[in-house]
């Protein structure tokens, strides 16, 4: 009589308004004697069905995510974040990308304050520099900033994990690849103040840079004409 019930039940969701890949994840719930009329409506799509149905199957409280409103993706992020009994509410929003959401939800499961880039202003990069900068309990305060771009970030960041003064250098007038320059500069213990200056190339701060290094510097080089 099961199996005739269970037959029943499938049929009912044969319709047309309902593609292969819906009417998979409907029938996976009702195998798993899920209540699949929580997703089963045509306004979800399949990727959205199955993160639904497996929440329901892993006893969480689909209601926080069980909105159309949500793709996929995002849906996938918030599931994870109940499943490891995560404050979802701090990025369950549609102002969040999912790979934003990634970012918060790696930063609340190490017990990070995510306030500080918890904000769409931020793209996933710039939020994963902040993240790593906080998990190596740096002061990311410095560079948390939508005005740094990813690559400026991961310079600042890398100089607060060596103990050096970015100060010099966290500052969006110089590009990354000036940044990186003064960066391995401090690291090598240079006067670098003689190169610190966003009109040159990167490449005449290398050349500087190389000089000061080797005990050949030329101060013509500092010259902005022959930048």
């Known amino acids: 009589m099961k199996e005739i019930k269970d037959n029943l039940d499938i049929f009912t969701y044969i319709d047309p308004k309902f593609d292969c890949s819906q009417i998979d994840e409907i029938c996976l719930g009702l195998e798993d004697?899920?209540?699949?009329?929580?997703?089963?409506?045509?306004?979800?799509?399949?990727?959205?069905?199955?993160?639904?149905?497996?929440?329901?199957?892993?006893?969480?409280?689909?209601?926080?995510?069980?909105?159309p409103k949500f793709d996929g993706y995002q849906m996938y992020q918030i599931r994870l974040g109940l499943e490891d009994k995560l404050d979802v509410s701090i990025y369950a929003d549609t102002k969040f990308r999912c790979d934003q959401m990634h970012q918060i939800r790696l930063g609340l499961k190490d017990g990070l304050d995510v306030s500080i880039y918890a904000d769409p202003k931020f793209d996933s990069y710039q939020m994963s520099q902040i993240y790593l900068g906080l998990k190596d309990k740096l002061d990311a305060s410095i560079y948390a900033d939508p005005?740094?771009?990813?690559?400026?970030?991961?310079?600042?960041?890398?100089?607060?994990?060596?103990?050096?003064?970015?100060?010099?250098?966290?500052?969006?007038?110089?590009?990354?690849?000036?940044?990186?320059?003064?960066?391995?500069?401090?690291?090598?213990?240079?006067?670098?103040s003689i190169y610190t200056n966003p009109e040159f190339s990167s490449l005449k701060m290398y050349q500087i840079r190389l000089d000061l290094k080797e005990g050949l510097y030329i101060s013509i080089y500092t010259d902005p004409k022959f930048n």
Request: hydrophobic share 35%; charged share 30%; net charge negative.
């Open 33 to 67: 004697g899920l209540d699949v009329s929580v997703y089963a409506d045509p306004k979800f799509n399949g990727h959205q069905m199955d993160e639904i149905r497996l929440g329901l199957k892993d006893g969480l409280d689909i209601s926080i995510y069980a909105d």
């Open 147 to 192: 005005e740094f771009k990813y690559f400026q970030m991961d310079e600042i960041r890398l100089g607060l994990k060596d103990g050096l003064d970015v100060s010099i250098y966290a500052d969006p007038k110089f590009d990354c690849s000036q940044m990186h320059q003064i960066y391995l500069g401090l690291k090598d213990g240079l006067d670098v």
